[in-house]
Structure formats: structure tokens, C-alpha cells
């Protein structure tokens, strides 16, 4: 039997940040290595804006080239890696619920051979990065 060709899932978490401090530490992207463990280098090869290109490197993994594919500030980012036929798309969204509340999704969509297989492990450690993505936000240790 083939494995499953789409696969999708999404984790969030509300914070007391407003949206543009959250957009700040998204948008200093050599600065995700200090509130996600996931991640032990990156490179961005030009401005944060959509058609930019980086290099990430996950520890003890190959490092993976992904694009910006929507960039649209205080609200959202996406960035896509292809693996072969694999497309995995993540979803960066951020939502103001009311004053003193905002809401940080991230939302992955894989699709190809072995989406089923990939994206859980893709998106495993999501909770985690979350809360300190909003620990940084809030000023606090994670």
C-alpha cells in the first residue's frame, strides 16, 4: 500500500505579546537558534520577503533549503522545502484576539510520497518551540 500523499496538521498557543514583537523575533531569522532547539543554524539570503530563499540545519541532520513563499507583516509568513517530490509548506500565523491577547499558530501541510511519514516528525517539536517562541516574546526563559 502507498503511503498517505497529503498530510496536515497545526499547534497554537496565545500569548500576552502583542503581534509586531511577535513579528520581530520571526523576522530575525538568525536570531530562531535562541528559542528553537530545533534549530542549530540558518542563513537568509536576502530580505524577509517572499521569493527569499534560507538554509536551515537541524542538529545531527542535512541542512534543507527552503523558500519564503508569503510574507505579510504582523500576520504571517510561509515557508516551503522540497524534497524531492515532497512539498512541505508551514504556515506562520499570528492573530490578534483582542488587547492583551494574540494567538501563534503554525501550521504544516505536506504533501508527495511519504507526507504521512514525514510531516509528524516535521512538526514534532512545534508545542515546544511555541512556548518558547512566547517566552522570548514575553521576556521570560523558556
Known amino acids: 500500500m502507498a503511503a498517505q500523499s497529503a498530510w496536515q496538521t497545526q499547534f ?12 520581530a523575533l520571526f523576522r530575525d531569522v538568525t536570531g530562531w537558534t535562541r528559542w528553537n532547539a530545533g534549530i ?12 527569499t ?3 536551515m540545519k ?3 541532520e542535512e541542512a534543507l533549503r527552503s523558500v519564503l513563499t508569503e ?3 504582523n500576520e504571517c509568513f510561509v515557508d516551503e522545502t522540497r524534497v524531492g517530490d515532497l512539498v512541505i509548506a508551514v504556515a506562520h500565523r499570528i492573530k490578534r484576539l483582542d ?3 494574540t494567538r501563534v499558530t503554525y501550521a504544516v501541510d505536506a504533501r508527495g ?15 515546544d518551540v511555541l512556548a518558547a517562541l512566547v517566552a522570548a516574546a514575553e521576556g521570560r526563559r523558556s
Open 12 to 23: 497554537s498557543i496565545e500569548t500576552a505579546a502583542i503581534p509586531e514583537t511577535i513579528w
Open 40 to 51: 542549530e543554524s540558518i542563513a537568509l539570503e536576502g530580505p524577509f520577503a517572499a521569493g
Open 53 to 55: 530563499s534560507f538554509v
Open 58 to 60: 537541524p542538529p545531527g
Open 71 to 73: 510574507v505579510r507583516e
Open 99 to 101: 488587547p492583551s491577547h
Open 113 to 127: 510520497e511519504g507526507a504521512a511519514e514525514i510531516g509528524p516528525m516535521i512538526s514534532a517539536d512545534f508545542p
